[in-house]
């Protein structure tokens, strides 16, 4: 079993489940949706206690990920965090890679902004 957390300051709906969770609600499922894994990528949804872990021990698992595996996948954190950490990335690889996989629309502008700028300063 599975808990994610809304984390929205507002209702989400979960289509594909037919659930609906209140701010802040808590949910137990036995396995993730599309939706669901939507909704964790874009930052709506948060995992809690994975691996079982119960909520009485949280020394042991962390609420939220470590900072070293969200660096490389943007797409595990919020946008405001990921428009963050572009801004400090100066390697155009690593950039375009993040252009191609990413979907928001407001990391993507991000994303081109920066690169024309570690582009523009290469040349």
Same mark, same amino acid.
């Given at each position: 079993m599975k808990k994610v957390k809304n984390v929205r300051p507002g209702v989400l709906i979960i289509a594909d489940a037919r659930l609906r969770l209140e701010p802040g609600e808590v949910?137990?499922?036995e396995y993730l949706t599309a939706h669901m894994e939507q909704a964790l990528s874009a930052?709506?949804?948060t995992r809690i206690g994975q691996e079982g872990t119960k909520a009485s021990q949280p020394? /042991? =698992?962390p609420e939220h990920p470590p900072e070293e595996p969200d660096e490389s996948d943007l797409s595990k954190v919020t946008a405001t965090e990921a428009i963050s950490r572009i801004g400090t990335?100066?390697?155009t690889d690593l950039?375009?890679?993040?252009?191609?996989? /990413? =979907?928001?629309?407001t990391v993507?502008?991000?994303l081109k902004k920066r690169l024309a700028e570690v582009d523009g300063g290469a040349e």
């Open positions: 949910l137990e499922v930052g709506h949804l020394s /042991e =698992k990335e100066s390697d950039l375009k890679a993040h252009l191609a996989n /990413e =979907k928001r629309r993507i502008d991000a």
